[in-house]
Nanobody, 124 residues
Framework: QVQLIESGGGLVQAGGSLRLSCAPAERSFSRYVLGWFRQAPGKEREFVASTGAYGMHSLYGDSMEARFTISRDNVKNTVYLQMNSLKVEDTAVYYC?????????????????WGQGTQVTVSS
């Protein structure tokens, strides 16, 4: 079992930035595919971004790449989601997820482990 711990969420004004972090509680996850998803109230969970094992092959959800950047630091055993030019509609709970292997990293069902989520609230 891999426990993922997210941090970095909070309240920010529209146009501002936040950086989310996710790290496993115990083991290294350099070989895992790592993803970020988000879920707004009343909406389905949405794919934000993923990064392949060892930092290869980043993928972004629709309209995400222009403002969001996923990165990973395998030395610090942490994956990040840098979010810039935030909009009110970015308000959601953001989840970090890890998959031992997947050929469809945008699909949440392919991930094996999930964090508890961190709330991001963007005010107008």
């Amino acid at each position: 079992q891999v426990q993922l711990i997210e941090s970095g969420g909070g309240l920010v004004q529209a146009g501002g930035s936040l950086r989310l972090s996710c790290a496993p509680a115990e083991r290294s996850f350099s070989r895992y595919v790592l993803g970020w998803f988000r879920q707004a109230p009343g909406k389905e969970r949405e794919f934000v971004a993923s990064t392949g094992a060892y930092g290869m092959h980043s993928l972004y959800g629709d309209s995400m790449e222009a403002r969001f950047t996923i990165s990973r630091d395998n030395v610090k055993n942490t994956v990040y989601l840098q979010m810039n030019s935030l909009k009110v509609e970015d308000t959601a709970v953001y989840y970090c997820a890890a998959a031992t292997q997947t050929t469809t990293p945008s699909r949440d069902t392919t991930y094996d482990y999930w964090g508890q989520g961190t709330q991001v609230t963007v005010s107008s």
